[in-house]
């Protein structure tokens, strides 16, 4: 794969099964996605443009290819299930695209999201004010990273085999959170006159954030009305991290550290409160002095030395395709009819190109029922 978190590129047709009961449609299936497709369209081993769930189609093309109907609220692709089989995507053939008409070949794994105006939705950020209404010109800290953007295993089947140790751990579908003990952008004045004092700390903050935004830190300030500071406050969070790192005060922590997590229950996500009435927060990676830790070192400092929650594991071993498909499908919530998001699946090395996420089918046609928030 050229974009291995691409939303539309171009693939091989691996195989074509037969619906029971159906005449007219059979399912495609093309690398780990699966699409119902008309009988006799498509045949294996063919070239195809896919698009998977939560592309956004531009409507001038979703009108072109007779498809807008198909798609959800704002054009976006969405899982179905029909005669008990899964559509994830929508696969289109170069003919049936006019700006692919005159394309040079297209070839496997090529990423065409940019080629076709395609894009993946991202829910709207929501802007919170300073609880003092002051408004301030926001410096980002770029020594807050962003977490990495693991793909979809559909995206890149393969990447697991069973001689690989891996972590899977449960997806929990909240909104993503980041809390560090980072360097700052730029050192005040009073800054650098506490730093000229012997103040060896003077150079980190604390910083709040969730995936794409910071919510709050030392240098700019916080606000009080957010449920990224809400955690942090409930779990001392603050605290914890500076208290670790002057623990390790002779180590070197480069950049800083950062604690990545998810933020769940009550009001998080519509149908997803997992059956609690407040917030809570599981920690699921940490990324040191540039460096993400692997599974077993992130573990370890999430939960027994911040004393913070850890997502909860449910394989540590080798993969294999029956114990990833066993807490894949038909799991649900205790206690409740609301299935799981899905789970990730981590080489115990923690190493960036082997992690990704796999998602519950029954979760996104759920999603689809209820106008739950998307998948990320």
């Given at each position: 794969m050229e974009n291995n978190n691409s939303v539309c590129f171009v693939a091989k047709i691996n195989e074509i099964k037969p619906i029971e009961g159906a005449d007219n449609i059979e399912q495609a299936i093309v690398g780990g996605w699966a699409c119902i497709v008309k009988k006799g369209v498509h045949s294996v081993n063919e070239l195809v443009v896919v698009a998977t769930t939560d592309a956004v189609i531009p409507q001038d093309l979703s009108d072109k290819l007779g498809v807008t109907n198909y798609l959800r609220n704002g054009g976006r692709v969405r899982t179905v299930k029909l005669r008990g089989v899964y559509s994830e995507c929508l696969i289109m053939s170069k003919n049936s695209i006019p700006a692919l008409r005159k394309y040079p070949t297209i070839s496997e794994g090529e990423d065409l999201m940019a080629f076709l105006g395609i894009f993946k939705y991202e829910p709207p950020v929501k802007q919170i004010q300073l609880a003092s209404g002051r408004k301030i010109k926001w410096r980002d800290n770029q020594?807050?990273?962003?977490?990495?953007?693991?793909?979809?295993?559909?995206?890149?089947?393969?990447?697991?085999?069973?001689?690989?140790?891996?972590?899977?751990?449960?997806?929990?579908?909240?909104?993503?959170?980041?809390?560090?003990?980072?360097?700052?952008?730029?050192?005040?004045?009073?800054?650098?006159?506490?730093?000229?004092?012997?103040?060896?700390?003077?150079?980190?903050?604390?910083?709040?954030?969730?995936?794409?935004?910071?919510?709050?830190?030392?240098?700019?300030?916080?606000y009080d009305t957010n449920v990224w500071y809400d955690i942090e406050k409930k779990y001392d969070i603050k605290k914890k991290l500076w208290d670790y790192v002057k623990l390790w005060a002779d180590v070197n922590i480069g950049d800083g550290i950062i604690v990545y997590g998810e933020i769940y229950g009550a009001g998080i996500q519509k149908g997803y409160d997992y059956g609690i009435k407040d917030i809570k927060f599981a920690g699921f990676d940490v990324k040191e002095n540039g460096e993400y830790l692997d599974v077993i070192n992130a573990k370890l400092l999430i939960k027994d030395v911040l004393q913070l929650p850890y997502v909860d594991i449910l394989h540590y071993g080798n993969w294999s395709q029956e114990v990833q498909d066993k807490f894949t499908f038909n799991n649900f919530i205790p206690n409740t009819k609301v299935p799981e998001e899905g789970i990730v699946i981590k080489h115990f090395t923690g190493e960036r190109q082997m992690i990704a996420k796999v998602i519950n089918p029954d979760y996104l046609i759920f999603a689809e029922k209820h106008n739950v928030e998307d998948s990320h």
């Open positions: 020594n807050f990273h962003i977490y990495y953007k693991f793909p979809n295993l559909k995206n890149v089947p393969g990447m697991f085999n069973e001689n690989d140790t891996v972590e899977i751990t449960r997806k929990i579908h909240g909104t993503n959170a980041r809390y560090g003990i980072v360097k700052k952008a730029k050192l005040s004045l009073l800054d650098r006159l506490k730093k000229l004092f012997g103040n060896k700390w003077i150079d980190y903050e604390f910083v709040v954030g969730s995936h794409n935004t910071e919510k709050g830190s030392d240098s700019n300030g916080f």
